[in-house]
Antibody, heavy 125, light 106 residues
Framework: EVQLLESGGGLVQPGGSLRLSCAAS????????MTWVRQAPGKGLEWVSS????????YYADSVKGRFTISRDNSKDTLYLQMNSLRAEDTAVYYC??????????????????WGKGTTVTVSS | IQMTQSPSSLSASVGDRVTISCRAS??????LNWFQQKPGKAPKLLIY???SLHSGVPSRFSGSGSGTDFTLSISSLQPEDFATYYC?????????FGQGTKLEIK
């Protein structure tokens, strides 16, 4: 069974740092891109960051660029999100998701097909 | 790319047919996905590539559209379908979501 399990959330003061982890199982981790998505309390979904299977290429939302770093350890089947200079507006449930792809009509389509249960990050003094 | 869903909320009854719209600020080709989320739970994929039904998703869900205008349809609402629905473009980073459509029981 394909599973993702996030950990590392908690309460942190503004300006502080936190590292989230996402342990993957049930699939060949290194073959797939991975994504972090967050959801602030009572708000909608916000895409945060993605990384390709090899880890060479990363993408970030403008709201976190320069403060967050996505990475992965394919030997440990684990995805990470290093969050620095945290702000109150970073308070959210953070989900990791597997980035599936499919070739249709000679074009690759990408979508998040498996999600973890999420880990809660609270930034407050 | 900005994604705009309409309506933001919708009241309907069991058995109704409903449609939710999603408009992109520029073309996303067919790189458009739909998710369902229930309170306190992770989102679930319903539709990918605008109209492809994800494995295990009931056939009453369908997606259509291309370019900038997309639609999610539910042919006959079931009690378990009352949730919030999000569209998301996977054409180019940042891979933005719509603001969500909350589907409530009338």
């Amino acid at each position: 069974e394909v599973q993702l399990l996030e950990s590392g959330g908690g309460l942190v003061q503004p300006g502080g740092s936190l590292r989230l982890s996402c342990a993957a199982s049930g699939f060949t981790f290194s073959t797939y891109g991975m994504t972090w998505v967050r959801q602030a309390p009572g708000k909608g979904l916000e895409w945060v960051s993605s990384i390709i299977g090899s880890g060479i290429t990363t993408y970030y939302a403008d709201s976190v660029k320069g403060r967050f770093t996505i990475s992965r350890d394919n030997s440990k089947d684990t995805l990470y999100l290093q969050m620095n200079s945290l702000r109150a507006e970073d308070t959210a449930v953070y989900y990791c998701a597997k980035r599936q792809y499919q070739l249709l009509s000679s074009y690759y389509y990408y979508y998040m097909d498996v999600w973890g249960k999420g880990t809660t990050v609270t930034v407050s003094s | 790319i900005q994604m705009t869903q309409s309506p933001s909320s919708l009241s309907a009854s069991v058995g109704d047919r409903v449609t939710i719209s999603c408009r992109a600020s520029q073309s996303t080709s067919n790189s458009l996905n739909w998710f369902q989320q229930k309170p306190g739970k992770a989102p679930k994929l319903l539709i990918y590539a605008a109209s492809s039904l994800h494995s295990g998703v009931p056939s009453r869900f369908s997606g259509s559209g291309s370019g900038t205008d997309f639609t999610l349809s539910i042919s006959s609402l079931q009690p378990e379908d009352f949730a919030t629905y999000y569209c998301q473009q996977s054409y180019s980073a940042p891979y933005t979501f719509g603001q969500g459509t909350k589907l409530e029981i009338k």
